[in-house]
């Protein structure tokens, strides 16, 4: 089931696990390359953390997984040292996410590696950049959503500090590590220079984070807080309408005014006429919409804001959106057959004209492909796992 996507040719020998470094590489799975996921004998943590059809096929592993060739090497020893050497010689991209000290421990820092392939683009994802005081921390996504500011944020909202509720942190610094790596990519494809990159969670998030919420601090001397105030007022929450919610942003003033002439509420005025002046009360201006929104149905509402062109939607769960008339429409889920029955993916979110993407195939059962993959090295399981793993 290998793709025809824009990364066909690309050979890419994946040492990472839990969800940064296997995201990356699943999209890169999807994108056409040649995925080599490399676990130790116990395999990836990620395939005992949630349910699936048999025990080592977690949900959460098969999605980020897909597509990709799994083997197992005992790196501990000298002959899985060894083919995992042979395997970075026909290597494009080396990626790896464990601490900086352990790596080196291994004999797999850039400089080894590179001595072996110096085309190859060397990818680090760590929850820290090594340069710094906390370089050799263990991170997982909740502590870096504590470090970068989300619980904070979340904190303005709620009353308590709070985590969001998804594996942020995870998931943006698994896409910043896909996008890296690209370009260390394009680089080597103009000069054909390989080169080490470092991806680290905080920085990645705290990057993130300031977007918006750099806000007045980035001047200096400052000219405000370090937060931007619409998304930390206490009423920007869905609206409850008289049935249910809907989710609404009547923001621009194009919106603004067409949503006034509509509606005609008896709290409209010239203080709340434009976007900087609605800016500077945001709170007070969604309590009011909220008093308003409480009035209609969510079907009526929706119905209005789409005449409109206001941007509004009804509430989804992750559940629901596997029955999204809009998502089906456009083909985003396939369904793959695996060896323990049909998986129902979510696809791949991105289109291209020429050389599309796909769901790359099933995810490999914890060390599939040793056999396969060892051959093509011009060597056998024993060679590489001396004591009889997978």
């Not at 995992?84 to 790896?96: K, M, P, S, T, W």
């Not at 590590?177 to 705290?206: C, I, K, W």
């Not at 619409?230 to 194009?254: E, H, M």
């Amino acid at each position: 089931m290998a793709s025809p996507g824009p990364l066909a040719g690309v050979r890419v020998v994946d040492l990472t696990a839990m969800v940064m470094g296997p995201y990356c590489t699943q999209i890169m799975a999807d994108m056409g390359a040649d995925v080599i996921k490399v676990e130790p004998p116990q395999g990836d943590d990620t395939r005992y953390i949630s349910v699936g059809p048999v025990r080592g096929m977690g949900g959460v592993f098969v999605n980020v997984n897909r597509g990709k060739r799994g083997i197992v090497l005992d790196l501990q020893s000298e002959p899985g040292k060894s083919a995992l050497r042979a395997l970075i010689e026909e290597a494009d991209v080396f990626i790896h996410s464990m601490r900086a000290k352990a790596v080196a421990r291994l004999g797999f820092g850039y400089d080894e590696v590179a001595a072996i392939n110096p085309a190859v683009v060397y990818t680090n994802c760590y929850g820290y950049s090594r340069r710094g005081p906390n370089g050799d921390l263990p991170a997982y996504d909740d502590t870096i959503q504590a470090a970068c500011g989300l619980p904070y944020v979340q904190e303005q909202l709620t009353g308590e500090p709070q985590y969001v509720g998804t594996i942020l942190a995870d998931k943006v610094a698994g896409l910043t590590a896909l996008y890296a790596t690209m370009m260390a990519l394009f680089h080597r494809e103009r000069t054909g220079e390989g080169q080490e990159v470092e991806v680290g969670m905080f920085e990645t998030m705290a990057s993130f984070m300031l977007v918006e919420h750099a806000n007045g601090a980035m001047f200096d001397p400052p000219l405000g807080p370090a937060v931007y105030p619409r998304t930390v007022a206490p009423n920007r929450r869905p609206y409850r309408t008289s049935d249910g919610y809907v989710a609404a942003l009547i923001y621009n003033d194009k919106h603004w005014a067409a949503f006034m002439d509509a509606v005609r509420p008896p709290w409209a005025s010239d203080l709340y006429a434009t976007l900087e002046r609605r800016a500077r009360r945001i709170d007070a201006v969604y309590a009011l919409l909220a008093e308003t929104l409480a009035q209609r149905t969510t079907r009526e509402w929706l119905d209005l804001f789409r005449e409109l062109e206001i941007p509004a939607a009804s509430l989804s769960s992750p559940a629901t959106l596997f029955d999204d008339d809009h998502l089906n429409a456009v083909g985003f889920f396939e369904t793959v057959d695996t060896p323990h029955g049909p998986v129902r993916f979510p696809g791949v979110p991105t289109w291209f004209s020429r050389t599309p993407g796909r769901v790359a195939g099933p995810a490999p059962e914890l060390g599939a492909d040793t056999a396969g993959v060892l051959d093509e090295l011009g060597l056998t399981p024993a060679d590489a796992n001396p004591a009889g793993s997978a």
